[in-house]
């Protein structure tokens, strides 16, 4: 198995070299060569749990490492879940499923693929003998998830970089309250694009990004979106069977990462019917989707702060399938993408399509869900319901849990949600490294903390 850039211009990588680069040396995103069909191995993987799920699937897309050492690494990655299904599958209504990825130790589903990742680095680490700088953009989640994933580890040093003043409090204490020596919190000026765009330009310095051994952790990583797929399956496999080929996938969406997955996983051979994107008031994915018009706007901070985004990093991945493979209609998309003109694409038919909903519908939503279920959504699962399907079985994928978010729950439901994970974080010391939406100054800060991890 082999990696390509969407862009073409680059040599096929194993499995290990895509996930060492993050980024594709064009520029562009990795992607198999090939999709495996999986199809014809569901009825066996109905059986397994959650990291033996794990386990057989990377195992077809990264034979490099042996089957027995991915199921090592799945249960490692997996251990610190506090659920014993990983993600449960709740059934709400007769036509509601939520499946929740919030019980990692951030409470986002954002630690299904980092919790893996910073294991990955780590055999990298214990392979090469090479030091590895772990760099990527947050607006929230990745970036903890992410610290998570590689705190106190050796031979790893991670540096985030998030948009001050637009994290979520809590968040940002998950990030900058670790106390771990190896671990480089980063608010800078401005939203999570800006903070994204000093990120794609330190990668785009090669030189510099092999000097320090840099490797990506924002969710461009292929690692991340083959770690996503799993929950798709293993949802699926819990589904009646008579529902499974048409059930409706709603994804609260901003990067595209997480419904990229299951689309993909749909492509491999897993029975869905559709995939939902569900947007937030920063809508570009459900104007592209309802129009095909690509065109940015500025970014508005919204209850969903995670969702909060007009350049959707992975959608260059679904462009590569819609353009019928192309890596030089791919090039030509995107150039036209960065130079911030607006782009028309005719949709060819798939199974994505897109809702969107403003803070006020948040609020509602919320609100409405804890008087008739008595479920507590956090507010960028909230933003999936709207226009549920009528006449066929939703799995809506909860995010995060409530408790990351406890002012507008606490507004919406009169209760404030708690978590004890982030009641711990409370009294302990917040440490950041603030600094200008600036890669020449974030780069000579990799230069001197790479090091060693401690102040130079
Ligand atoms: C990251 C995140 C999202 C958006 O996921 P993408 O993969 O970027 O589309 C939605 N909700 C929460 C809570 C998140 O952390």
């Known amino acids: 198995m082999h990696y390509i850039s969407t862009r073409g211009q680059t040599r096929p990588h194993t499995f290990s070299e895509a996930v060492e680069a993050g980024l594709a040396p064009d520029g562009g995103l990795f992607l198999p060569e090939k999709l495996p069909g999986i199809a014809d191995k569901l009825p066996a993987w109905s059986k397994l749990t959650y990291p033996q799920l794990a386990a057989e699937f990377f195992t077809l897309f990264a034979p490099e490492i042996s089957n027995a050492e991915w199921h090592q690494l799945t249960a490692e990655a997996y251990r610190r879940f506090d659920s014993p299904d990983v993600a449960p599958l709740r059934k709400i209504t007769d036509k509601t499923y939520i499946l929740e990825l919030f019980h990692g130790p951030t409470l986002a589903f954002k630690d299904f693929a980092l919790q893996l990742l910073g294991l990955l680095y780590k055999r990298q680490v214990a392979k090469s003998g090479k030091r590895l700088a772990v760099l990527g ?81 924002n969710s461009i990583n292929i690692a991340r979106v083959l770690a996503q797929c799993v929950y798709y399956i293993w949802a699926c496999l819990r589904l009646p069977e008579e529902a499974r080929a048409t059930a409706e996938y709603v994804v609260p969406t901003g990067n595209f990462g997480n419904v990229l997955a299951g689309w993909l996983a749909q492509q491999m051979g897993m029975p869905a019917g559709s995939f939902r994107v569900a947007t937030n008031q920063n809508d570009i994915l459900h104007r592209f989707f309802s129009s095909g018009e690509y065109r940015q706007e500025d970014v508005h901070p919204s209850h969903a ?57 948040i609020e509602r939503v919320i609100a409405q869900m804890w008087q008739d279920w008595q479920y507590v ?36 439901t009169g209760n ?41």
């Open 305 to 361: 702060p995670s969702m909060d985004i007009q350049a959707a990093s992975n959608f260059e991945r679904f462009l590569y399938y819609i353009l019928d493979q192309s890596p030089e209609r791919v090039r030509e998309v995107m150039v036209k993408i960065k130079s911030g003109a607006p782009l028309q694409i005719t949709l060819p038919k798939t199974s994505m399509h897109s809702t969107r909903m403003d803070d006020a519908q």
């Open 377 to 412: 959504l956090d507010p960028h699962t909230a933003c999936a319901f709207t226009d549920m399907a009528q006449d066929r079985i939703s799995v809506v994928l909860s995010t995060a849990s409530p408790a990351k978010f406890p002012d507008v729950v606490k507004q919406a």
């Open 137 to 217: 953009a947050t607006s929230g989640d990745t970036g903890s998830a992410a610290i998570h994933g590689c705190m106190g580890q050796d031979g790893i040093t991670i540096f985030i970089l998030y948009p001050n003043g637009r994290v979520a409090p809590l968040q940002e204490r998950q990030m900058a309250c670790t106390g771990a020596e190896n671990v480089f919190a980063i608010p800078v000026p401005g939203t999570f694009d800006d903070a994204q765009r000093v990120v794609k330009d330190i990668f785009g310095d090669t030189e510099f990004a092999s000097a320090v051994n840099l490797s990506a952790v």
């Open 416 to 456: 404030e949600p708690t978590h004890p994970t982030l009641e711990a974080l409370k009294s302990k010391p917040l440490k950041t490294w603030p600094m200008n939406a600036d890669p020449a100054e974030v780069k000579a800060f990799i230069r001197r903390h790479k090091c060693d991890g401690s102040e130079a």
